[in-house]
């Protein structure tokens, strides 16, 4: 079955305690990218890969890191969240560009105390 | 970089009416245009998208609608369903491979909610 996996889906943790978020696709898709979901903030992109490599920033990437090592994962690393990073977060691909279908992750529920 | 200003934040409409969600959009060089449903609880999903080179597409009882000289499109949901209950996200992305056409801007929600 065509998915893009996020794991954790509930994750409850301290101010500045290292945490990645890892997210997997089995689609082959070239285009990753990150978003959080705020009450009326909507959806805002973090960061996206367009490829193996290759990353960029979306609207509000402070304080998250992103890797491409390989074309199927793409984990989102908070190296010292604060508590407002306390969000939903979603992870999504697509074939080629975000001018495309996206396909989204079940989402990671992220609580930082 | 892009905004998109999405109204209204709240619908609530009686089944079997219509229900219009209004986005407008600020840069001129966006062309793709997708809408989101996402249902409490679930992660958002793909129903409609236009690119600017038509002005209106339909898919059974969605339709969507654009005006690039106004910069604004709209949803049109008609004979509405307890199931069409949701939010629904627009977004805007510029055009092109590279930059700018990978940043898919979404607007902030509107909670739908169709009533019996």
């Known amino acids: 079955e065509a998915q893009v996996t996020q794991n954790p889906r509930y994750l409850i943790t301290v101010t500045g305690k290292k945490l990645t978020v890892t997210c997997s696709q089995n689609m082959n898709h070239e285009y990753m990218s990150w978003y959080r979901q705020d009450p009326g903030l909507g959806l805002r992109q973090i960061y996206y890969?367009?490829?193996?490599?290759?990353?960029d920033k979306g609207d509000v990437p402070e304080g998250y890191k992103v890797s491409r090592k390989e074309k199927r994962n793409f984990p989102l690393i908070l190296e010292s969240p604060s508590p407002n990073q306390t969000s939903l977060y979603f992870c999504?691909?697509?074939?080629?560009?975000?001018?495309?279908?996206?396909?989204f992750g079940s989402g990671t529920q992220l609580s930082v105390l | 970089g892009e905004n998109v200003e999405q109204h209204p934040s709240t619908l609530s409409v009686q089944e079997g009416d219509s229900a219009v969600i209004k986005c407008t959009y600020s840069d001129s060089a966006s062309n793709y245009f997708p809408w989101y449903k996402q249902e409490l609880g679930k992660r958002p999903q793909l129903i409609i998208d236009i690119r600017s080179n038509v002005g209106e597409k339909k898919d059974q009882r969605i339709a969507v609608t654009l005006n690039k000289t106004a910069k604004h499109f709209s949803l049109h949901i008609t004979e509405t369903q307890p199931e069409d209950s949701a939010v629904y996200f627009c977004?805007?992305?510029?055009?092109?491979?590279?930059?700018?056409?990978?940043?898919?801007?979404f607007g902030t929600g509107t909670q739908l909610k169709v009533e019996l």
């Open positions: 890969s367009m490829n193996v490599e290759v990353t």
């Open positions: 999504a691909s697509s074939r080629s560009t975000g001018n495309e279908k996206l396909f």
């Open positions: 977004a805007a992305s510029p055009g092109g491979l590279t930059g700018g056409g990978n940043k898919l801007t």
